[in-house]
């Protein structure tokens, strides 16, 4: 795919930081003892069709492990997060999107750059600068997750609290996607204060086009950002300045949320897959006969049944405009792309266990119990399924590149794959 590969450092392997580091913050890159990258797709120059191997240490500049390798299925930026909570982003900075002040102007980041965001606010640090601690103000902090969207980004910290950063909205396109209340855009990491006012931790976000959607630690689902289409869950079209509460999901513990560009779905803990937002391309898997109307869309949760009637889901994935699901059994469902309106079982995966997927654009990589990948989908010349050619595949396929190799975890963009591997 259109792979976002990071700039090999020196043989020093000091990792970039947004800022001149000083010796006590950079890393001298070792191998990680769990943690090779392989990845599909290309730098925009270079096509790699079958996955290329990286060298941790190299790439990174890090004395550390990965613990996710994050690529966003909307756009063509990665980022990583390492064993520690640290965090290193690059690709596309388009609208700022990868939260590096000093790189504003840089529209693609070649080059792994070190995301912070500070551990505290201005007034919490008057505050507590008040009581002696004159060091608070430089303290890191550790993330749980980051999301990269196609114009605005979103990560999460381990202590619960929600940064998002990039394009804010506009009359146009809609407002609201950051969640700050004001609709303005930012190029820094902005904490989102009313989850704060609130007391609502979040443990995931899924980052869409023009929308955003949050899941907090009590499984409280939350929508802000763009109204059309019904992104918001509501049954209202109006844009939303906050995040509040999809309200016909109230009363259910929600486990997963995730999003396509412009849709939703979430899985509760009784394995039902809830869906809103649009389904011109039947995203939704709510079925609708041949074909979709290209302004069809679903304002409220609609549960995705079909073929997945009394089968339990436990986890599911979105890309650009199709999703998939795995039950309990390891069986693989997927629906969307103008491929299939509703679930459709992946007969060729009927010989193992699948338990892991990922949805890219219009594409989906699986990870089995044995630590194997298969992939299917439109390599749109990209190389991004790994199977030595940029054709299409119709059918789950193994990746012979892979066959030597035990994944762990699996990541798809727009146009680019990663695995980590042990």
């Known amino acids: ?74 756009s063509s930026s990665s980022a990583v997060i390492f064993n520690d909570g640290s965090c290193a982003v690059w690709g596309d900075n388009s609208n700022g999107k990868l939260g590096l002040p000093n790189q504003t102007d840089t529209k693609f980041v070649t080059t792994p750059t070190k995301f912070q965001v500070p551990t505290v606010m201005e007034d919490e640090v008057n505050s507590m600068k008040g009581n002696n601690n004159d060091n608070v103000a430089t303290k890191g902090i550790g993330f749980r997750t980051i999301r990269l969207g196609s114009r605005f980004s979103a990560a999460v910290t381990t202590a619960g609290d929600l940064f998002t950063y990039g394009f804010g909205g506009s009359v146009l396109d809609g407002m609201g996607m950051l969640g700050h209340g004001d609709g303005e855009s930012y190029t820094t990491p902005k904490r989102v204060e009313s989850l704060i006012e609130d007391g609502c931790a979040v443990d995931d976000v899924a980052v869409s086009d023009l929308h955003m959607t949050v899941l907090t630690t009590e499984g409280e689902v939350l929508t802000t950002g763009s109204g059309s289409y019904g992104r918001l869950g509501n049954l209202e079209s109006a844009d939303q300045l906050f995040l509040e509460p999809v309200e016909l999901l109230g009363g259910m513990n929600t486990l997963q949320v995730v999003g396509g560009h412009a849709f939703s779905l979430v899985l509760t803990d009784d394995g039902m897959i809830h869906g809103w937002g649009r389904n011109d391309k039947g995203q939704l898997g709510t079925g609708g006969g041949m074909m979709v109307d290209m302004y069809a869309m679903n304002e409220l949760p609609t549960p995705i049944e079909g073929y997945l009637e009394n089968n339990k889901v436990v986890k599911i994935a979105a890309g650009h405009s199709h999703a998939a699901a795995i039950t309990e059994s390891g069986e693989l469902y997927t629906w969307g792309s103008n491929q299939h309106l509703e679930p459709q079982l992946m007969t060729q995966l009927l010989h193992t266990k699948c338990v892991d997927v990922k949805c890219g654009m219009d594409y989906t990589v699986i990870l089995d119990h044995f630590g194997q990948l298969y992939s299917f989908g439109q390599g749109k010349k990209t190389g991004v399924l790994g199977q030595a050619s940029t054709k299409s595949v119709s059918v789950a396929t193994l990746v012979e590149g892979m066959t030597h190799k035990t994944a762990v975890s699996i990541s798809a963009g727009m146009s680019h794959f990663a695995c980590l591997v042990e």
Do not use: H, N, W
Request: proline residues 8%.
């Open 1 to 74: 795919g259109t792979l976002p590969l990071p700039t090999v450092v020196d043989e020093e392997g000091l990792l970039i930081e947004s800022q001149t580091p000083s010796e006590g913050d950079k890393a001298v890159a070792q191998p990680a003892s769990k943690g090779l990258v392989l990845s599909s797709g290309s730098d925009r120059v270079q096509v790699f069709d079958t996955p290329a191997e990286m060298d941790v240490g190299k790439a990174f500049g890090a004395e550390k492990e990965i613990a996710q390798y994050i690529c966003s299925p909307l």
